[in-house]
C-alpha cells in the first residue's frame, strides 16, 4: 500500500503561480511513476504531469511551458510547480502514484486550486 498527501492549493489571481507538494508513504519505491491529474466540477479527472523513478517527465499539452514536476525519491516526495495560472487550470488536483501495466495505482484525497478574476 501506497499512502500519498497532497498540499499548496488555494486561491490564486490569473498569471499567478502556486505549488503542490505530494509526500508518499508505505511500500513507495523507484519503480512508481509519480505525477498529478486534476478534476475540475463537471468534468473528468485529466492527466497534468507525470515523472518516472528515473526523472522522465510528461507533461498535457495543456500545462506545457508553464507547470514543471519534479521528484525527490530520498524524501519521497513529487512538487508540481504552476506558473502563469488560467481561470482553466481551476480544480481539485489529485497526487497518483502508479507501477504501468500493474494493479499499483494510489491516489492523494486532492487539494483545491482556483484560479479567479
Known amino acids: 500500500q501506497v499512502q500519498l498527501v497532497e498540499s499548496g492549493g488555494g486561491l490564486v489571481q490569473p498569471g499567478g503561480s502556486l505549488r503542490l507538494a505530494c509526500t508518499a508513504s508505505?511500500?513507495?519505491?523507484?519503480?512508481?511513476?509519480m505525477g498529478w491529474y486534476r478534476q475540475a466540477l463537471g468534468k473528468q479527472r485529466e492527466f497534468v504531469a507525470t515523472i518516472t523513478g528515473s526523472g522522465t517527465t510528461n507533461y498535457a499539452d495543456s500545462v506545457k511551458g508553464r507547470f514543471t514536476i519534479s521528484r525527490d525519491n530520498a524524501k519521497n516526495t513529487v512538487d508540481l510547480q504552476m506558473n502563469s495560472l488560467k481561470p482553466d487550470d481551476t480544480g481539485v488536483y489529485y497526487c497518483?502514484?502508479?507501477?504501468?501495466?500493474?494493479?499499483?495505482?494510489?491516489w492523494g484525497q486532492g487539494t483545491q486550486v482556483t484560479v479567479y478574476s
Open positions: 497518483n502514484a502508479k507501477i504501468p501495466i500493474t494493479i499499483y495505482n494510489f
Open positions: 508505505g511500500s513507495i519505491n523507484i519503480r512508481y511513476a
